[in-house]
Antibody
């Protein structure tokens, strides 16, 4: 059974940093693209970033370029999102998502809440 | 960026009703279209990918159709567990984008 468990969310001040982690199990982690998707309170879904199986390709939504970094450790079956220079508008539940072989969002974690506020 | 527009934004329906939700892309996305269901306080769940392929384990009452710019999600007979918000999403080109969601409520 595919399991994705996010951690690392919490309250952070504007301008601060936070690192989210996603522990993956139930599949061969090194064989799949992975993603982060977020959802602001009461709002819709927003794709944040993708990373290729070996980490050689990464893509970001414009609003986080230069501030967020996505990485994966295939030896630890873990996905990460390093978030710097956080803004109030980054407040959201962040979901770790495994892409299917045809590049769609196939499996979702339960999410972790990031709140950016003073 | 490709804009995804869903209609309606919300709808009220009764158990047993056939429900159709429409998603329109601002440019041709071929069949790179997925549908998701999200219940209150829960993570989204994948329903349909490649416009019309059913995700494993999803009941056949859900179906998707369309290509190019116009797509539909149909629930053949609405059940109590289907009341939720539904999102379409394109993965044809970056940035990947979602529709604004359609909330399906009980009439």
């Amino acid at each position: 059974e595919v399991q994705l468990v996010e951690s690392g969310g919490g309250l952070v001040q504007p301008g601060g940093s936070l690192r989210l982690s996603c522990a993956a199990s139930g599949f061969t982690f090194s064989s799949y693209w992975m993603s982060w998707v977020r959802q602001a309170p009461g709002k819709g879904l927003e794709w944040v970033a993708n990373i290729k199986q070996d980490g050689s390709e990464k893509y970001f939504v414009d609003s986080v370029k230069g501030r967020f970094t996505i990485s994966k450790d295939n030896a630890k079956n873990s996905l990460y999102l390093q978030m710097n220079s956080l803004r109030a508008e980054d407040t959201a539940v962040y979901y770790c998502v495994r892409l299917g072989e045809l590049d769609y969002f196939e499996y979702w974690g339960q999410g972790t809440l990031v709140t950016v506020s003073s | 960026d490709i804009q995804m527009t869903q209609s309606p934004s919300s709808l009220s329906a009764s158990v047993g009703d056939r429900v159709t939700i429409t998603c329109r892309a601002s440019q041709d996305i071929s069949n790179y279209l997925a549908w998701f269901q999200q219940k209150a306080g829960k993570a989204p769940k994948s329903l349909i990918y490649a416009a019309s392929s059913l995700q494993s384990g999803v009941p056949s009452k859900f179906s998707g159709s369309g290509s190019g710019t116009d797509f539909t999600l149909t629930i053949s007979s609405l059940q109590p567990e289907d009341f939720a918000t539904y999102y379409c999403q394109q993965y044809n080109s970056y940035p990947w984008t979602f529709g604004q969601g359609t909330k399906v409520e009980i009439k």
